[in-house]
T-cell receptor, first 113, second 110 residues
Framework: NAGVTQTPKFRVLKTGQSMTLLCAQD?????MYWYRQDPGMGLRLIHY???????AKGEVPDGYNVSRLKKQNFLLGLESAAPSQTSVYFC????????????FGPGTRLLVL | ELKVEQNPLFLSMQEGKNYTIYCNYS?????LYWYRQDPGKSLESLFV?????AVKQEGRLMASLDTKARLSTLHITAAVHDLSATYFC??????????FGDGTTLTVKP
């Protein structure tokens, strides 16, 4: 049982390049989330999903797209990376129901030059 | 828009002392979470508080929720060095959208 895993762990992009971050969970959780964490700040929700095939915007969705084609995977895409998207990205998942805590992945450090 | 404010943002305390971290939020919610994050690491769940008056304790940490005051507290009893970390509170809306506070960085000194 690996919990929540994220790929890659670290990536450097040039401005304008695109990439996809992959989040996978093996706990059969319904809800999945993508956050970004900037230095000295809390987490800000980018997008989230309450089930397979669904997505919703969070607090800072601009510049990102997501897909949840399979229940266990939640993909975060950057179509045209900008330096302002330099951050640490965390994925999380939780069981259905808002009383459930979120389990976080190890994070992906992204540097956009 | 839901806003979550924590204070203090930085806390330095001596081992053996007690202190409280506060988490205020701006709109009605019955679901509040506390997390711990060590430097360079991911987040670890500490407490889930789901109703007014909820109180949970784990070791030297105790969390409470007052939904009428829109306030949660994380109380540290007899602090030890191992508690040094950043602590986040988060509030989840009915739609499943979560909002985090900026975190309280706790340093416990011998």
């Amino acid at each position: 049982n690996a919990g929540v895993t994220q790929t890659p762990k670290f990536r450097v992009l040039k401005t304008g390049q695109s990439m996809t971050l992959l989040c996978a969970q093996d706990m059969n959780h319904e809800y999945m989330y993508w956050y970004r964490q900037d230095p000295g700040m809390g987490l800000r929700l980018i997008h989230y999903s309450v089930g397979e095939g669904t997505t919703a915007k969070g607090e800072v969705p601009d510049g990102y797209n997501v897909s949840r084609l399979k229940k266990q995977n939640f993909l975060l895409g950057l179509e045209s990376a900008a330096p302002s998207q330099t951050s640490v990205y965390f994925c999380a998942s939780s069981r259905q129901g808002l009383e459930e805590t979120q389990y976080f992945g190890p994070g992906t450090r992204l540097l956009v030059l | 828009e839901l806003k979550v404010e924590q204070n203090p943002l930085f806390l330095s305390m001596q081992e053996g002392k007690n202190y409280t971290i506060y988490c205020n939020y701006s709109t009605t919610s019955d679901r509040l979470y506390w997390y711990r994050q060590d430097p360079g690491k991911s987040l670890e769940s500490l407490f889930v508080l789901l109703s007014n008056g909820a109180v949970k304790q784990e070791g030297r940490l105790m969390a409470s929720l007052d939904t009428k005051a829109r306030l949660s507290t994380l109380h540290i009893t007899a602090a030890v060095h191992d508690l040094s970390a950043t602590y986040f509170c988060a509030v989840v809306s009915n739609a499943g959208k979560s909002t985090f506070g900026d975190g309280t960085t706790l340093t416990v000194k011998p």
